[in-house]
């Protein structure tokens, strides 16, 4: 892609993300969005098929920045705790952005009569946020010497681990309880949220009583 192509698609966006959160996903238009962009709905199709496609690439532009704070968690000379407060907190900054919460918003709103949405918003954020998570779990599970932290690699982890970071702080932010997040409440979230996971996760299931299988895309 060219440095031209690249910024048109990236102006595209811009213009995109802001059409969907004022009007909603169902009333905003190609053509409108064609119209403020300057140019022919055709050049608007060169760069997205559809409007579906639009949404998706609009997801993930919010998301970029977080998913490669989260791919470059680093976790040389760092004890487990620490990298999970890391990852927490890499997490929470991607969940908690004005641009995340609102268009978590217009998705629960959209999801019911359009259900396209809530499966791009799941697949291209929820689950890429969730399998870089579970990479991590994985490599920490990997270089453990010590049995107990093989409860790292079970399916549903990165899940739990996911829930963990979302409750309270995000919810509110989410529900407009809290209008935003302060960095003192993200690492004390953060902290919660590794210290929860490491003490609490191995001790969900009885001694002896062998995990549920789940699918993996749920892992």
Known sequence: MTVGTSARRTAILK????????????????DGIAAEVGGSKSTLYRYFPSKAALFAAYVEEI?????????AVDEEGKDPEAVLQDTARAYLDLILSPSTLAVTRLVMAETGRF??????????????AEQQIAAILHRLAERSATPDRSFLALPGAAAHFRSLCE??????CLWGVDESA??????????QAAACFLRG??????RGVEPVPVSPSCA
């Open 167 to 172: 409750a309270g702080l995000h919810e509110e």
């Open 182 to 191: 302060s960095r003192e409440d993200v690492i004390r979230i953060a902290r």
């Open 15 to 30: 213009i995109a993300g802001r059409t969907f959160l004022r009007h909603g996903y169902a009333d905003a238009s190609m």
């Open 115 to 128: 259900p396209e949405i809530g499966r791009l918003f799941y697949e291209r954020g929820i689950r890429r």
């Open 63 to 71: 998301g970029t920045l977080a998913w490669t704070a989260l791919a």
């Open 201 to 206: 996760w191995p001790g969900q299931l009885p």
